[in-house]
């Protein structure tokens, strides 16, 4: 991961500005072992330009073999090591729906699932009721108040939400209620910590009214808790980079991510694919020493194992580029958090073809065009993408030399 | 860095004779994206076949991202990780200048300042005297005489000086006398740890003594002391490496990071170019294991700026090589310390073209020269140059198999 305190030795207040551009499962594999990637198959004259002139390589999300999701991949390309800073699923499923986790709250994920009359579970999904019907039960929830306690609760999917306490003194360390079986009732909130004794108190009061509003509204009755989690406290990108940052995506999970790194995040409607969200960003390049943009669909193609349909959208990046070129960035990365193959219709582990363009320093590579294979001799090696950031600083003229 | 405990349990007590031969910031860029760096323009028949014959690849100084000084860039050559392994300012700057930092001895970098009728700091470098001036300064400090500890001075350039105090029970944790801002007196002496209090003490007797024989001697007519240091204890060549290992250098700097590390160090007047160091090393090299030879002048020259003399030394280096070769050394590897690519005038973070020909042991690859982009796709990948030294013991037959 990025040295942070090497870092804060050699950084400079100023330096040149720099674009992230993160497509989603960018990295894919050919549907025949003749073939081409997704990445190798689209049409994409702009990025094989940065490419000809630039650097590339190839990056380990976390570590080689495994498979990230979008949390940690994410973690990785900000220069935190995924394995070491982790970001509990209380925290991922409310920042994920755009809750802002400050720090001292408690996040947690919460299902909905069906009790009998003895509170026994006879389903932990609840008839996997759809989102509609989740968001009724939510509403409900809503109503619950407890004297000490701000309760922050939002519908996430079907039976799934999300469930924030906010207030002075309150502690995650707190065991999942969900029994991970049918037959028994939901189990008490207990503290793993006696710091969390009063926090888990309170949870056990909310579930008492959460049985009560809920009753007679089958089959999603009751509910379990689960991932309950604090703000990571990650170092922000202010203090470890000096660098004033902003997020531009339009899923709120990467949003979340972003902003506990400490970026600004950018209002974003995104109806007209890629254009709209690098219009954002060409919006606010002046205002900012860094700038993280993140594309969605090259993800949900992949995992749709739509290998054409990802193609298209990589060359929907590639066609709106010139946005982002003309701001005359001083350093362009274009990379994905992991990998998505069309032919696995999920994340992988495979290293992700990455793409530094810096015209006063990058090294130039022989990579031709943009894609896996190119990537494979180039000027960056295959290494961890946590430290793509030292990298990007370098290329940016931000880092004073190390020692005499 | 080098496993130095797993080495230990490997080691043979001989083997093959090894090589290092280092040009100063070898690394370089092209001058645009489409052109060759200094190393793949330069005329090189005799390194090219060395990496036609044997093993490519580049090294990473510090970490990605990180441009090194020389002191750590060469630490880490030698096989000690230079961010955990610091070489103190006085230290670099003492030997630096020739001077032997032994076990026990402070060491520290002097600065001549102005000071006006109260004592205050008028000018940090008093004018920026020349060396000329500097000396005739360094040779009153010369006459100090304090009770209980010998004082070594000697000018380094322009108003720099390196102060050493050698003796019994002495401590280099000492805050710097530089306030770093005129209007207010040099700071005293202060010791940051109770150990070197008494140290401090003596310290401050000396700059008394110092502003004594400098009154009168505008603008040089006082000091400033930073970055007090002692002697880093780097395990040495002999028990790290079980090898008997010498340098051929002529700037002291190098000397001085190789004598840290256990080496001899042979005296070397360099008139013509690189032929005369290489004649050292023949004139030496059948009483060593191990010869490290250090080529300046490409630094230098990309320091400068000046792509084209740049070219011209590698070409003198490649002249030259024959007398190495027919010493028939077992293990060859010829690399830099960091790059210095000419179009940025400094030393930078890219990855440094890294040789290894061992004729009985290596891998050969598709390399056909030696250049940047051909040591990309080589066989030794893209690895810390603090692994240099494992590989190096290796291709000599040195080590022994870990494990049944």
Redesign the interface.
């Known amino acids: 991961m990025a040295?942070f305190e090497?870092l804060s030795r050699?950084l400079h207040d100023s330096g040149g500005k720099i674009l992230l551009l993160v497509m989603d499962g960018l990295g894919g594999l050919p549907r025949t072992s003749d073939g081409l990637t997704e990445l190798e198959t689209a049409h994409t004259p702009n990025m094989d330009r940065l490419a000809?002139?630039?650097s590339t390589g190839l990056t380990i999300p976390v570590a080689r073999g495994i498979a990230p999701g979008s949390g940690p991949a994410h973690l990785a390309l900000f220069g935190y090591d995924p394995l070491h800073y982790e970001i509990g699923r209380g925290v991922l499923e409310a920042t994920g729906i755009g809750l802002e986790v400050n720090p001292g709250d408690v996040a947690i994920r919460g299902n909905f699932c069906t009790v009998d009359g003895e509170g026994r579970i006879t389903d932990r999904r609840a008839g996997r009721i759809n989102s509609e019907e989740g968001a009724k039960r939510v509403a409900l929830l809503k109503q619950i108040r407890i004297p000490g306690v701000e309760l922050i609760v939002e519908a996430v999917q079907d039976y799934r939400f999300a469930l924030m306490l906010r207030g002075e003194g309150l502690n995650g360390a707190i065991a999942d209620t969900d029994p991970q079986i049918t037959g028994v009732p939901p189990l008490p909130a207990r503290a793993l910590d006696p710091a969390a004794e009063r926090t888990a108190a309170l949870v056990n009061q909310w579930i008492a009214e959460a049985a009560k509003v809920l009753k007679g509204h089958e089959p999603a009755n009751m509910v379990t808790l689960r991932g309950f989690a604090m703000d990571p406290a990650l170092p922000k990108y202010s203090e470890v980079y000096k660098l004033k940052a902003a997020c531009v995506a339009v899923y709120p999970m990467y949003k979340g991510v972003a902003r506990l790194v400490g970026m600004d995040i950018i209002p974003t409607d995104s109806h007209d694919g890629p254009g709209d969200e690098f219009k954002r960003v060409a919006d606010i390049w002046k205002d900012y020493d860094f700038v993280f943009c993140h594309i969605k669909y090259t993800d949900s193609r992949g995992e749709d194992g739509d290998f054409d349909a990802k193609v298209k959208v990589i060359e929907s990046v590639d066609a709106a580029l010139p946005i982002l070129l003309d701001m005359q960035p001083d350093v362009v990365i274009i990379t994905g958090d992991h990998s998505t193959p069309a032919t696995m219709k999920s994340h992988s582990w495979h290293p992700v073809p990455t793409l530094l363009w810096a015209?006063k320093?990058h090294?130039?590579?022989?990579a031709q065009t943009y894609g896996e294979r190119e990537c494979m001799?180039?000027?960056?090696?295959?290494?961890p993408a946590s430290?793509l950031m030292?990298?990007?600083?370098?290329?940016a003229n931000r880092?004073?030399?190390?020692?005499?």
Chains 1, 2 share one sequence.
């Open positions: 040295n090497l050699l000809r002139e630039g015209p320093t090294m130039p590579d022989r001799g180039g000027a960056l090696g295959q290494f430290e030292q990298l990007a600083l370098a290329h880092l004073a030399k190390y020692g005499a």
